[in-house]
T-cell receptor, first 116, second 112 residues
Framework: GAVVSQHPSRVICKSGTSVKIECRSL??????MFWYRQFPKQSLMLMAT?????????EQGVEKDKFLINHASLTLSTLTVTSAHPEDSSFYIC????????????FGNGTRLTVT | SQKIEQNSEALNIQEGKTATLTCNYT??????LQWYRQDPGRGPVFLLL?????KEKRKERLKVTFDTTLKQSLFHITASQPADSATYLC???????????FGKGNQVVVIP
């Protein structure tokens, strides 16, 4: 089945630093990738949608200058949390979708970010 | 505004029984609905998709129904096993729109 690899699985960083999270589709071409954030016992909150070769579309309330998304190829998208603050500590999950409009999403295993 | 409602209380169920989860949505007219399973600290895994013109869909011990009049989907796990313990998420979706929003999820705990 389709596999999405997300790296790193855990990261601890200091306030003010930047952290990059990678999301790769290993065995299919992902025309669209999504980035979600999940707080404990809460639902997945969509942060942004990225299409290969174009700018990401951010959800309302998500700062595009803080959460930089790059989708340079059909198999790789990156999310960079810039100038991280403790309130950015969360579980970040990427997902990828194939070409068909009703394709199920394939999720990475998430990145637990802790900002100290 | 659009809402997806799933019962926030955990469902504790005896092994072997059928677990039934409910997903209600408002201000949506989804073309289809997906169900996912999420284990703690992991990304969701796709389980089933049901289209608006389908009343019921089955996959092994799983069954999903979709009532567009009631704006509700039911998710059943028959002959439940401890390994079924997880959080189950529903996600209504529209044709031509890749954007997927999720409910908060229903947690299921199967007691041996």
């Amino acid at each position: 089945g389709a596999v999405v690899s997300q790296h790193p699985s855990r990261v601890i960083c200091k306030s003010g630093t930047s952290v990059k999270i990678e999301c790769r589709s290993l065995d299919f071409q992902a025309t669209t990738m999504f980035w979600y954030r999940q707080f404990p016992k809460q639902s997945l909150m969509l942060m942004a949608t990225s299409n290969e070769g174009s700018k990401a579309t951010y959800e309302q309330g998500v700062e595009k200058d803080k959460f930089l998304i790059n989708h340079a190829s059909l198999t790789l998208s990156t999310l960079t949390v810039t100038s991280a603050h403790p309130e950015d500590s969360s579980f970040y999950i990427c997902s990828a979708s194939g070409v068909r409009g009703n394709s199920p999403l394939h999720f990475g295993n998430g990145t637990r970010l802790t900002v100290t | 505004s659009q809402k997806i409602e799933q019962n926030s209380e955990a469902l504790n169920i005896q092994e072997g029984k059928t677990a039934t989860l409910t997903c209600n949505y408002t201000n949506y007219s989804p073309a289809y609905l997906q169900w996912y399973r999420q284990d703690p600290g992991r990304g969701p895994v796709f389980l089933l998709l049901i289209r608006e013109n389908e009343k019921e869909k089955r996959k092994e011990r799983l069954k999903v129904t979709f009532d567009t009049t009631l704006k509700q989907s039911l998710f059943h796990i028959t002959a439940s096993q401890p390994a079924d313990s997880a959080t189950y998420l529903c996600a209504p979706r529209f044709y031509g729109n890749n954007r997927l929003a999720f409910g908060k999820g229903n947690q299921v705990v199967v007691i041996p």
